[in-house]
């Protein structure tokens, strides 16, 4: 083998059967044995599901091939002869997109009390974080097992200045034994000269925190915040050597952000160290500056919005009635302007279009949230953009603000609409406002979208023109941005006869961008600004979906096997049936149907005179097995097919799973059968 291994042409024997130990108990360290065995283990199992009685073993080999699992263990082998981190070149503030992890992030091997540190760059200065443990994560009480589940993992996600990082998972715990470490950059954003370090003043001016974020994965894939706090870390500046160990108390989010989810083990250094400090007195001094400083603009803030909404409730007596939100609570409890949940978020390349922007949002689950007219409750919270993004999942009002933060980001005049749709429930979703006064209304919780036609009064006729809405929103209160907010005083909030002519301060009261911008601009609360890294997906879409298809056959084998029936798959009507699903998909995507036509011949083409052919698809969030049969079990259409009776039964199981930023999936699976109807 070459190129990390090297060669064993000048091995004797023992040296070969000691290299041969040294790779048996790496493997066994990895983990990469359990994983040859199930894929072998899956590999006969597909083979046995199609009929082939008589299993090559080349034919093994191919699924071995096709997995990667032989590059993956190559790489692990070649990663292992690593003891140390370089990053001495000029470059290393980048994140490594195809692993979600940042470029600089090691987990020091060494004696205790020994940190075996990378060799720096010295141009750079870096705040070095490293995790020893965490102590009092409860969650739940200890019998229940749905939060403290043998399966269940729990990591630590840090962002700072734009740089992301993700600890390795471990089994969720009281004591969690988290054992990793992380450089960020420390990066002068005012000074370009380049080849210097950050001195003591720059990084007194960082008034960046540290944001990090405690993340609990659930068996079944599923992930919940259950902390996130910001740490300020320049207090490092007057302590000796730079460099402190502290037990950091992790408060719970929303209805519990006044309660000590767990405590963390940490050391945060500034690394390389000066040689001289700031005096306590200066960094005090610029905290207290900072402090009263935000808190004069808050206050500023706060006075202006309560005469601005004594204005509001002047205009029109039902004003008081309608769903204006100048204020939300997110998870650490905190009462921010709604303003601040909006920021222009870029992702490079990880998202290229407005489309792609909302079918992205769309696959996010979306959480039930009770809001309450003129009041809130624990439900009522919204979540910072990171949080979103983390977990894969938030609510309505969420969902709209990361969408609104992407289009924006594209150069978009976007706004979050704040209304109501049937039944009066709450409810948030985004319009984008064309150069051409076109608007065009975005659903974040499913991608579709629509151009809004309000009612048009016809002078000549004195009629309206009643065409009927193509969404579901009834009324709509406020409309808002990052930098803008409007309140609704048309004579009617209905939305079906509203205009969106924000300009026109006869139909929207608007706030004072400046007095907005003091308190929500990009160079004001540094604890709302941060614009979190959108990371690229990591999933190996094929493998995922290979693997789920085999445990859907078998499930529906063993369904079938009680009821007595027999199961044949039909691995050719499987792959005929791919097209289907990704006309799905792309369908959801671009909101029109492509390639049915095909499709239906194809099927047309396969299935001969005299039998009969069905077929269901169906969409899920979840890689869970168990979890996607069950759904298909609640559809009649899947469970004609599950449960078919006939002669000459065959049925086929195809999955498509479709990777999205920050990892999240949709799954696709069509089920499908053909027979010959015994009347």
């Given at each position: 083998?070459?190129g990390g ?5 000048n091995l004797t024997?023992?040296?070969l059967?000691a ?5 048996r108990t ?10 040859i065995?199930e894929?072998a283990n899956?590999s006969?199992?597909?083979?046995r ?9 080349e034919?093994?080999l191919e ?16 990663q292992?002869?690593?003891t ?5 070149s000029s ?11 940042g470029l600089?992030g ?5 004696k ?9 760059n010295?141009?750079?200065?870096y705040?070095?974080v490293?995790l020893?443990?965490?102590?009092a994560?409860?969650g739940y009480?200890e019998e ?9 993992t729990?990591?630590?996600v840090?962002d700072?200045?734009?740089?992301r990082f993700?600890?390795k998972?471990?089994p ?7 054992d990793?470490?992380?450089?960020l ?15 003591l003043?720059?990084m007194l001016s ?8 405690v993340?609990?994965s659930?068996a ?6 259950i902390?996130?706090q910001?740490?300020?870390w320049?207090?490092?500046l007057?302590v000796s050597?730079?460099?402190e160990?502290?037990a ?5 989010v929303d209805?519990?952000?006044k ?12 690394m ?12 005090s001094t610029?905290?207290?500056?900072e ?6 603009r ?6 202006y ?5 004594k204005?509001?409730?002047q ?7 309608r769903l ?5 609570q ?6 921010r ?7 222009p978020?870029?992702?490079?390349r ?10 992205f949002?769309s696959?996010?689950a979306?959480?039930e ?7 809130s409750?624990?439900s009522?919270s ?5 949080c979103t993004l ?7 009002s969420?969902h709209?603000?990361l969408?609104?933060?992407?289009l ?7 706004y979050v609409c704040f209304?109501t749709?049937?039944k009066?429930?709450p409810?948030?979703w ?7 006064s076109?608007?065009t209304?975005?659903e ?6 629509c ?14 023109d009643?065409?009927k809405?193509?969404?579901p929103?009834?009324t709509?209160g406020?409309?808002y941005n990052?930098r803008?907010f409007?309140a609704?005083?048309?004579?009617s909030?209905r939305?079906s006869s ?10 929207w009261k608007a706030?004072?961008r ?5 308190v929500c601009g990009s160079?004001t609360n540094?604890f709302w600004?941060?614009l979190p890294?959108?990371?690229a ?5 094929a493998?995922l979906?290979?693997n789920?298809?085999l445990?859907?056959?078998n ?31 792309l369908?959801?995507?671009l909101?029109?149907s492509?390639?049915s ?6 099927i047309r083409q396969?299935i001969?005179?005299?039998e ?5 698809p169906?969409?899920a969030?979840t ?5 996607v049969?069950n759904k298909c ?9 599950i449960?078919c ?6 049925l086929a199981?195809r ?6 930023p920050e990892n ?6 069509m089920?499908?059968?053909k ?5």
């Amino acid at each position: 083998m070459n190129g990390g291994l090297g060669s064993n042409r000048n091995l004797t024997s023992d040296q070969l059967d000691a290299l041969r130990l040294a790779i048996r108990t790496r493997l066994e360290q990895e983990g990469a044995q359990e994983t040859i065995r199930e894929i072998a283990n899956r590999s006969m199992e597909r083979h046995r599901l199609m009929n082939e009685s008589d299993v090559q073993p080349e034919e093994v080999l191919e699924d071995f091939k096709k997995t990667g699992i032989l590059e993956t263990i190559l790489g692990q082998l070649n990663q292992s002869r690593v003891t140390n981190v370089n990053i001495s070149s000029s470059t290393v503030d980048y994140q490594d997109q195809r692993t979600g992890a940042g470029l600089i992030g090691f987990k020091p091997k060494s004696k205790p009390g020994f940190v075996n540190q990378p060799s720096l760059n010295p141009s750079k200065r870096y705040l070095y974080v490293c995790l020893h443990g965490g102590k009092a994560f409860t969650g739940y009480n200890e019998e229940s097992s749905a939060f403290l589940d043998s399966k269940a993992t729990i990591s630590v996600v840090i962002d700072f200045r734009k740089q992301r990082f993700m600890s390795k998972s471990v089994p969720y715990c009281v004591e969690p034994a988290f054992d990793d470490s992380f450089l960020l950059v420390l990066a002068d954003d005012k000074n370009k000269s380049a080849g210097k370090a950050a001195d003591l003043n720059s990084m007194l001016s960082m008034s960046d925190p540290l944001q990090i974020v405690v993340l609990k994965s659930d068996a079944y894939g599923g992930k919940s915040v259950i902390s996130s706090q910001s740490v300020e870390w320049r207090h490092l500046l007057h302590v000796s050597g730079m460099k402190e160990r502290n037990a950091l108390p992790m408060y719970g989010v929303d209805g519990e952000s006044k309660i000590v989810a767990g405590v963390l083990d940490l050391t945060l250094e500034v690394m390389p160290s000066l040689s001289s400090t700031l005096q306590k007195e200066v960094v005090s001094t610029q905290f207290e500056l900072e402090r009263s400083r935000l808190n004069e603009r808050n206050k500023g803030f706060f006075n202006y919005a309560k005469q601005w909404w004594k204005e509001y409730l002047q205009i029109r007596p039902e004003n008081s009635s309608r769903l204006v939100k100048i204020f939300a609570q997110d998870e650490n409890g905190t009462t921010r302007p709604v303003c601040s949940f909006v920021r222009p978020l870029r992702t490079g390349r990880v998202l290229e279009s407005a489309l792609q922007c909302s079918r992205f949002v769309s696959v996010l689950a979306c959480e039930e949230a009770s809001e309450v007219l003129g009041g809130s409750s624990s439900s009522d919270s919204w979540q910072s953009l990171f949080c979103t993004l983390v977990q894969n999942k938030g609510n309505v009002s969420d969902h709209a603000n990361l969408l609104c933060s992407l289009l924006i980001g594209f150069g978009l005049n976007a706004y979050v609409c704040f209304g109501t749709k049937a039944k009066q429930q709450p409810h948030s979703w985004v319009v984008v406002i064309g150069v051409d006064s076109v608007v065009t209304f975005y659903e974040s919780t499913s991608g579709h979208k629509c151009v809004h036609n309000y009612f048009v009064s016809d002078p000549t006729t004195s009629k309206l023109d009643h065409n009927k809405p193509q969404h579901p929103y009834v009324t709509v209160g406020c409309v808002y941005n990052n930098r803008e907010f409007y309140a609704n005083v048309q004579p009617s909030d209905r939305v079906s006869s509203c205009t969106f002519d924000l300009l026109n301060d006869y139909n929207w009261k608007a706030m004072d961008r400046e007095v907005l911008d003091s308190v929500c601009g990009s160079d004001t609360n540094p604890f709302w600004r941060n614009l979190p890294v959108v990371q690229a997906p990591t999933l190996d879409t094929a493998l995922l979906a290979e693997n789920l298809e085999l445990d859907m056959m078998n499930l529906i084998a063993d369904h079938r096997n009680s009821l007595g029936l027999d199961s044949v798959f039909d691995a050719a009507l499987g792959y005929i049936l791919q097209p289907a699903l990704s006309s799905y998909e792309l369908e959801r995507t671009l909101g029109v149907s492509v390639g049915s036509d095909e499709f239906q011949s194809a099927i047309r083409q396969y299935i001969p005179d005299g039998e009969t052919f069905k077929g269901s698809p169906m969409q899920a969030d979840t890689l869970n097995a168990k979890r996607v049969f069950n759904k298909c079990r609640k559809s009649h259409s899947c469970e004609e097919i599950i449960n078919c009776r006939g002669d000459c039964v065959r049925l086929a199981v195809r999955v498509k799973v479709v990777a999205f930023p920050e990892n999240a999936v949709s799954v696709w699976v069509m089920l499908a059968c053909k027979y010959k109807s015994i009347v």
